[in-house]
């Protein structure tokens, strides 16, 4: 057996990296660029090779654990621990925050403080991610909270201050129900507190009682995924924030909510689970359209893409609550699908409003002749977010409807109503989504513009958009390429037997 310590190396490197940044010299940006990038390219090349050499993807139980006592009296341990439920979602935050540094390069103003937020913010999602114990899991949950909010405040646009205060308000706010909920599971009929998930999945509770603690841990999910109503912190969110942070945000972040509720409501929780599932399905549903709708009314680019990924978290809502194999899966794929896409997406706006220095799409129009490269990378993630057949996208999709059209949980006139509605939404977003291109590619618009904003995309903007791009088209091909990551977790999950019997 390999007793080092894998997870704690890869949870404290990039924060411990970062504490070396306020050593550099202030007007050293381009050391403090080089070096923040190698932290992360090292730390994603050390996570790539623990799942390539340390981790079994076959194994469903949880692996490359580790406990070591914290805080005696509280039983608080820093206890880590890795299944198919987290590998992808931690592969994910390494590969996106890898480019993210490297989208980021232009900027120059307080620079130390900005690369070592990000590097903060590193460690805390792989923390979260790995975390087997649930006061550690809220710790984590906590310590990204701070570098958001000054990546927010200080490199945002000119309503930074108001968006960096509502996420706050929202995120640390609802956040103290997840302690509520681990607190209530910890001391319950125990004379011992325990926070381990492992001794959390036996232990049984009245129904009044888990429906309760499944309600606290839900409240904090809703807005981190987010979850109608409480969505409206994220498009004033990315619609402030630099473009780097908008790709952290979507890509990763928001899977912290959905990650959240398939480890601890699911898993932990399945009797409230099964009684919350269709309300999940329903809710999910509306998302889907009316986050779809409000896309068509948005004139901000960035804004819309927000709305767009609202909508697109409906179906990871779909896909948990419907209780299947397939649904489960597919609801995995569609975080890791939009966490490219909608990464994707984001860079490709910020670097657009560079050139053109407006996000309003009733100002644009016309830059296809001179940005030929962005209009082709810019229309390549747009139908990609579309669920174009052969993308990753529709991929999750699919097979999120299936769980849907094919699930013996639910009846037929239910089925009926949750599909015909989620068309209406599949049909709504390549209409916003071919809607925005049309407003900024085409047409003849911005006869004063001087030349200099027309440059296309430089080889490092091309690079981290193909970077995207590949795992988008590898995924929708061959799917089973991260199937196979998590398909036997899934398995195991479903062979219980309070779920064969639900």
């Known amino acids: 057996m390999n007793h080092f310590p894998w997870l704690t190396l890869i949870v404290l490197f990039p924060i411990s990296a970062g504490l070396l940044i306020p050593f550099f010299s202030s007007k050293g940006n381009r050391i403090i660029r080089w070096y923040t990038l190698g932290v992360c390219l090292l730390e994603f090349l050390i996570i790539t090779y623990i799942f390539c050499y340390q981790y079994q993807f076959t194994n469903n139980s949880i692996q490359l654990k580790e406990d070591y006592n914290w805080i005696n009296f509280l039983d608080f341990h820093w206890r880590l621990g890795i299944d198919g439920f987290s590998t992808g979602l931690i592969l994910l935050t390494g590969f996106i925050t890898t480019l993210a540094t490297l989208a980021a390069w232009p900027v120059t103003r307080n620079s130390r403080l900005f690369y070592f937020s990000m590097l903060a913010m590193y460690s805390g999602q792989i923390g979260l991610f790995a975390s087997q114990d649930s006061l550690l899991f809220f710790f984590m949950w906590e310590l990204e909270l701070l570098p958001v ?161 609202v909508s697109h978290m409906g179906f990871v809502l779909i896909g948990i609550g419907s209780i299947t194999n397939i649904g489960l899966n597919g609801a995995i794929l569609q975080m890791i699908s939009h966490g490219l896409i909608g990464a994707s997406l984001f860079f490709l706006s910020g670097i657009s409003y560079d050139r053109t220095r407006t996000l309003f799409l009733d100002k644009m129009g016309g830059v296809a002749t001179s940005m030929p490269k962005i209009f082709a990378l810019f229309t390549s993630s747009s139908l990609a977010s579309s669920a174009l057949p052969g993308t990753s996208g529709f991929v999750a999709e699919l097979m999120i409807f299936l769980a849907i059209v094919n699930n013996p949980n639910y009846s037929v006139i239910f089925k009926i109503i949750i599909v015909s509605i989620q068309g209406i939404g599949i049909i709504l977003t390549p209409i916003y989504l071919l809607s925005m291109l049309r407003q900024m590619f085409y047409g003849y618009k911005f006869p004063n513009i001087s030349i200099p904003y027309f440059i296309d995309a430089g080889p490092r903007e091309i690079f981290i958009s193909i970077c995207l791009f590949i795992p988008i088209i590898c995924i929708g091909i061959y799917p089973n390429i991260v199937l196979s990551v998590w398909d036997s977790k899934t398995e195991y999950l479903f062979s219980q037997n309070f779920f064969q019997n639900s």
């Open 149 to 309: 909010y000054l990546l927010l405040i200080i490199w945002g646009g000119k309503r930074r201050l108001y968006a960096a205060t509502k996420f706050i308000l929202y995120t640390a706010g609802s956040s103290i129900f997840i302690l509520i909920g681990a607190l209530i599971m910890a001391f319950y009929q125990s004379d011992v507190s325990t926070f381990n998930f492992q001794t959390l999945i036996g232990k049984n509770y009245p129904l009044e009682l888990e429906i309760i603690i499944y309600s606290s841990f839900l409240l904090a999910y809703s807005v981190k995924l987010p979850i109608l109503p409480f969505h409206t912190w994220l498009p004033d969110t990315h619609g402030e924030a630099h473009y780097s942070t908008c790709m952290l945000l979507a890509g990763i972040l928001l899977k912290m909510g959905g990650y959240g509720l398939v480890r601890i409501n699911m898993e932990l929780l399945p009797r409230a689970h099964c009684l919350f599932a269709p309300w999940l399905v329903g809710v999910g549903t509306i998302q889907i359209v009316y986050a779809a709708s409000i896309c068509l009314s948005q004139r901000n680019l960035k804004r819309r893409i927000a709305y767009s990924s």
